[in-house]
Structures are given as structure tokens and as C-alpha cells.
């Protein structure tokens, strides 16, 4: 099975701040990556697929990267409906595995 | 407007069964590869089971093979999970999600059905 590692589990920021999540795999998923946020009591909400390609509707500050075992979830300015909870999550091979998931919180 | 709807969780003793359900609506079900995911409480999400469009091809988490039967009625716009020899450690939020696109990805989650395997 393929292991997704994300980093941090989490942190705490202001609004206004960039904030990135890192994302490892523990062998090469090419680009079959996605990011989920989700909020308390909320169902996850897809933002990114295929590593760098925004989901529709979802705003522009948010942006995907990497390749390979090495991926980033970027909010280049920090909003106060961002602060949630993120996954990775791999779609490359079968069990579709999710990162532990991170917490940003409002410093 | 696509909708996943779930139901069929409650509350149910360890070596019980219970059997999920999920209507769809809004979308060609057939087309479309399905998914359960679950979410124990204040934990993390975990892959369950994959279904294809027809039905044909199947996979599961080792944590639930044998003991899980994921299936499908494209006629009646519904995926099912039969949960056999329930377990504490399966009290969970179970999530119908459909996978979308060339990669994959899980695009559309229902709001969850919870199910306490508790004596």
C-alpha cells in the first residue's frame, strides 16, 4: 500500500498568511494526487486534482504542486473561511490512501 | 444538482450486520465509478470500498475484506455496502463519494451516515 505523510498535522496562522501543507508518498504516484478540505461537522470538499488543477469554484489562492512522491497545498493569502482541516489523498493505485490529515487553526 | 444521499447506520453489537445505502440523484449513475469512505469520530478519512460503473469490478480495504460487500442497482440510481461481523473498531461516519475524472479524484461526498458498533 502506498502511505501518505502530511506535514504539518498542524499549525496555527493569521489571515492574511501563506500557509503551506507538504504531502509525501511513499513511492511515486505521478500526478494522481488530490487535496480535500473540510470544515467541523462538514462534509470534505475536493480543491485540487491531479496535483495542480483547481476544482471549480474554488478561489485562486489556493494552488497545487509536485510530482512524483513530493506535492504542496498552497493558500497564498490565509482567509477566515480557510481555517479547516486538509487531505491528500492517492488515486495512482488501490487503497485509495489519505494522508492524517492538517489542522489549520487561527493564531 | 447532484445529490448522494445516505442511509441505514444506527447502532448495532459487535458480530452484527447492518447494510448501507446510498440513492443518487442528479447525475448518470452507470457512468460512474463509486466509493464508501468512512471517518471514525475526531479521526481522519479512510478508504472503504470501490465499485465501477457496472458493477463488474471491486476493491476493498484489507480492514474490511471479508467481511464487506459493496454492490450496486444502476437501474434504481443506488450503491449499497453490506456490513457483516461488525466490529467497535468500525464505528464510523460512512461517506457515499463519487470519483470523477481521468485522476480519479473523489468530487462529490454524501453528508455521511453514522454507524456504533457498541455492546
Known amino acids: 500500500d502506498i502511505q501518505m505523510t502530511q506535514s504539518p498535522s498542524s499549525l496555527s496562522a493569521s489571515v492574511g498568511d501563506r500557509v503551506t501543507i507538504t504531502c509525501r508518498a511513499s513511492?511515486?504516484?505521478?500526478?494522481?494526487l488530490s487535496w480535500y478540505q473540510q470544515k467541523p461537522g462538514k462534509t470534505p470538499k475536493l480543491l485540487i486534482y491531479?496535483?495542480?488543477s483547481l476544482q471549480s469554484g474554488v478561489p485562486s489562492r489556493i494552488s497545487g504542486s509536485g510530482s512524483g512522491t513530493d506535492f504542496t497545498l498552497t493558500i497564498s493569502s490565509l482567509q477566515p473561511e480557510d481555517f479547516a482541516t486538509y487531505y491528500c489523498?492517492?488515486?495512482?493505485?488501490?487503497?485509495?490512501?489519505f494522508g492524517q490529515g492538517t489542522k489549520v487553526e487561527i493564531k | 444538482e447532484v445529490q448522494l444521499v445516505e442511509s441505514g447506520g444506527g447502532l448495532v453489537q459487535p458480530g452484527g450486520s447492518l447494510r448501507l445505502s446510498c440513492a443518487a440523484s442528479?447525475?448518470?449513475?452507470?457512468?460512474?465509478?463509486m466509493n464508501w469512505v468512512r471517518q471514525a469520530p475526531g479521526k481522519g478519512l479512510e478508504w472503504v470500498s470501490y465499485?465501477?460503473?457496472?458493477?463488474?469490478?471491486?476493491y476493498y480495504a484489507d480492514s474490511v475484506k471479508g467481511r464487506f460487500t459493496i454492490s450496486r442497482d444502476n437501474a434504481k440510481n443506488s450503491l449499497f455496502l453490506q456490513m457483516d461481523s461488525l466490529r467497535a473498531e468500525d464505528t464510523a461516519l460512512y461517506y457515499c463519494?463519487?470519483?470523477?475524472?481521468?485522476?480519479?479524484?473523489?468530487?462529490?461526498w454524501g453528508q455521511g451516515t453514522l454507524v456504533t458498533v457498541s455492546s
Open positions: 463519494v463519487r470519483e470523477w475524472g481521468s485522476y480519479d479524484s473523489f468530487d462529490y
Open positions: 442528479g447525475f448518470t449513475f452507470s457512468s460512474y465509478e
Open positions: 465499485i465501477s460503473g457496472s458493477g463488474t469490478l471491486v
Open positions: 513511492q511515486t504516484i505521478l500526478t494522481y
Open positions: 491531479a496535483a495542480s
Open positions: 489523498q492517492q488515486s495512482f493505485s488501490t487503497p485509495r490512501t
